[in-house]
C-alpha cells in the first residue's frame, strides 16, 4: 500500500519529528511545507495519500484544507495540532478532514492513525468524539421556527454576537476572515428575518 504523504507545519523541529516517526512507520515524506499555501502546492505537485496539517500555520491550515480536500479527493487531509478547541475541529471537519490528532499523541502511534484514515477509520482523540457527539444530539435540542435554519457555523457566530464580540473578533475566534463573518451574519438576519444585528441577538436570547 501507498503510504505517501507532505507535512505542513511551521514549526521546523515539529515537522522534523514528525518526518522521522512517519519515515520509521514506513511512510514517505513526499513533501514539506511551512504555511498553507505551500501545502496546497506541495500537495497538488506530489498527489499525496495524506496531508497532514497544523491549523495555525500562517494562512490557516482549514483553509488549506478545503482547498485539498475539494481539489484531491484522493488524498486524506488531517490536521496534526495542539488545539483542543471544538470550534477548530468542527470548522476541520466541515473544511474535509478525515483525521484530527492532537501534537501530544505518542510519535509511536502516528503512523498507525494515519494508516486508520486511509483505510477509511476516523483519528480523533477520545474526549474530542465525546464533545462531536454531545454536538449532534444538542441538534435536537435547538429552537423550532427561523432559527432551526441556521447552520452550526451562524449558531456559533451568533453565541458569539450575543457575548458582544464584534465581526473581527469573531473572525479571530473562529480562525475565518471577517468577510466570512459577514457572510455568516447576512444569512442570520436574512433567515430571522431581521435588518440588524441586536434584532437577531434578541431572537436567540428568547429561545
Known amino acids: 500500500m501507498s503510504k505517501r504523504v507532505v507535512i505542513a507545519d511551521d514549526h521546523p523541529p515539529t515537522r522534523a519529528g514528525v518526518r522521522l516517526s512517519l519515515e520509521e512507520a514506513g511512510f ?14 506541495a500537495c497538488m505537485e506530489a498527489l499525496p495519500d495524506v ?5 495555525h500555520m ?13 481539489a484531491l479527493p484522493g488524498t486524506a487531509v488531517v490536521m496534526l495540532t495542539v ?17 484530527y490528532l492532537l501534537k501530544d499523541i505518542d510519535p509511536a502511534r502516528l503512523g498507525a492513525a494515519l494508516e486508520g484514515v486511509m483505510a477509511g477509520e476516523a483519528a480523533l482523540p477520545r ?21 432551526s435554519t441556521l447552520t452550526s457555523r451562524e449558531w456559533e457566530t451568533l453565541d458569539l454576537m450575543r457575548a458582544g464580540l464584534s465581526t473581527g473578533e469573531i473572525a479571530d475566534r473562529l480562525f475565518v476572515s471577517p468577510v466570512t463573518v459577514r457572510t455568516h451574519i447576512a444569512a442570520i438576519l436574512r433567515k430571522l428575518q431581521v ?4 434584532s437577531a441577538i434578541e431572537i436567540a436570547s428568547k429561545s
Open 28 to 41: 514517505e515524506v513526499c513533501g514539506e511545507a511551512s504555511n498553507a499555501a505551500a501545502a496546497v502546492e
Open 51 to 55: 496531508a497532514l496539517l497544523d491549523i
Open 58 to 70: 500562517p494562512g490557516n491550515g482549514i483553509v488549506a484544507a478545503q482547498r485539498i480536500a475539494a
Open 83 to 99: 488545539s483542543r478547541d471544538d470550534a477548530d475541529l468542527f470548522e476541520a471537519l466541515r473544511a474535509g478532514a478525515r483525521g
Open 127 to 147: 474526549n474530542l468524539v465525546t464533545r462531536l457527539m454531545e454536538e449532534f444530539r444538542g441538534r435536537d435540542a435547538r429552537p423550532q421556527g427561523p432559527l
Open 195 to 198: 435588518s440588524d444585528r441586536q
